[in-house]
């Protein structure tokens, strides 16, 4: 598997689990800047904890996982040693052609709204700042504009849009939107994602109308403002909407109970709960990512018509010299006996071990059917201590060292 769809894998399972969490814990509380927060710290976290090596924290772990080893044969090496899939070269250009193709909608709605910006004006009402449009579109804020057509609107709901707006201004929601909207151009397969996303847009509604109710405004007036507000046409979905589709649930939560101290407990206990449980996925991974292959390479060896042999092909790029170990180590035993093909290393842990061909690191995803069992002269096994002094962080899964008849 690719080491990106690992990532993405990763990344939305810890998305789906902060989901998880909002959903079935904090979404019918009022601490809507602790939501906030949460969403913000769970992207965050969910880009970020993928990429942080944590198999050196288990160093001694895994150590003692492959302490006991079994030697199996060339058709088990084969087994779990797969040759290369052109499947997984199909599913990178569909998912990079997808991603491509929204980040090109996503480059367009940005164009889009500078578009608007260029062809408004600055205007003030009641020392209040904002940019005037000339087209029929909903009062919207992206940045730090707000952006507005003055003839839709009567001056009574005017207030109440631009102290709505101001606050989605203030508080910079501008920020949530677009991380989340990166977010799904990446993760567009996974349907938490654009859950994830509207549940950010709503709690940002939910923190401007509390905002708003604070600053002393009658709440049934603000509320009345809200639906005599007719959304004519869709306002850009980059931006921050005054008029929110989820309106009856905007004012349900306006009218809601201010929840008790006691609840802030959940955020204690869900924010570890989540990210341990994230992070587990990624321990337990933390083996066969530690023993990937890198500027590594293979010659394949093959018979010619005068029953020599010579290198004919090379596969991937030569490891540099200073990186190739100056003697072979001469360690576990050699096959010596007739029927016996290729040997190899398994650990309890089912990970893959470093091969090494004639003093070059074979690269991860090369042929092993390449190899051809009779030309092979002895192999060595190197595990835990050795192959690490040897190989360093590759050789943490052991090394299998190959010696053919013509090297």
């Not at 769970?42 to 990429?51: D, K, Q």
């Not at 003030?124 to 579109?137: A, G, H, K, N, T």
């Not at 020599?308 to 096959?335: C, M, S, W, Y």
Request: proline share 3%.
């Amino acid at each position: 598997m690719p080491e990106w769809i690992d990532y993405l894998l990763k990344v939305n399972l810890s998305i789906a689990l902060f989901y998880g969490g909002y959903y079935l814990f904090l979404r019918k509380l009022t601490f809507y800047l602790l939501n906030r927060c949460y969403f913000i710290m769970g992207l965050l976290f969910s880009a970020l904890y993928p990429l942080v090596d944590l198999s050196m924290f288990f160093a001694k772990e895994n150590s003692a996982g492959r302490s006991e080893m079994q030697i199996m044969t060339w058709d088990d090496l084969l087994s779990i040693i797969p040759p290369k899939v052109d499947l997984w070269n199909i599913i990178t250009l569909l998912f990079s052609s997808v991603v491509a193709l929204l980040t090109l909608r996503f480059l367009l709605r940005l164009f889009s709204l500078s578009k608007i910006h260029q062809k408004s004006t600055v205007a003030i009402f009641e020392s209040c700042r904002y940019r005037q449009v000339w087209i029929d579109i909903p009062p919207f804020s992206f940045w730090k504009s707000i952006y507005l057509n003055k003839s839709l609107h009567t001056e009574r709901d005017l207030r109440e849009i631009l102290k709505h707006e101001i606050e989605h201004v203030k508080q910079l929601h501008t920020i949530d939107v677009l991380l989340v909207e990166i977010a799904s151009l990446c993760c567009w397969f996974n349907p938490i994602i654009w859950l994830t996303r509207s549940a950010i847009k709503e709690n940002l509604e939910f923190l401007t109308d509390h905002k708003v109710l604070q600053s002393g405004v009658d709440k049934k007036k603000y509320q009345y403002s809200l639906v005599n507000l007719n959304s004519r046409t869709i306002s850009p979905e980059l931006s921050n909407h005054f008029n929110f589709n989820a309106l009856k649930r905007r004012i349900a939560m306006m009218n809601k109970k201010k929840s008790s101290q006691l609840h802030l407990s959940k955020y204690v206990f869900i924010v570890p709960a989540i990210t341990i449980s994230a992070m587990v996925f990624t321990i337990s991974k933390a083996y066969q990512e530690d023993g990937k292959l890198i500027n590594a390479g293979l010659s394949h060896v093959t018979p010619n018509a005068g029953n020599k042999h010579e290198k004919e092909e090379t596969l991937g790029t030569a490891i540099q010299e200073k990186d190739r170990p100056k003697e072979l180590p001469k360690v576990a035993f050699q096959n010596g006996r007739k029927k016996a093909k290729m040997l190899t290393i398994r650990s309890k842990n089912q990970v893959q071990p470093l091969l090494v061909l004639d003093g070059v690191v074979l690269k991860e995803g090369e042929d092993i059917n390449a190899i051809n069992p009779n030309d092979i002269a002895s192999i060595n096994v190197l595990k835990d201590r050795a192959a690490t002094a040897m190989y360093g962080s590759m050789g943490k899964n052991g090394v299998i060292l190959i010696t053919t008849k013509y090297k």
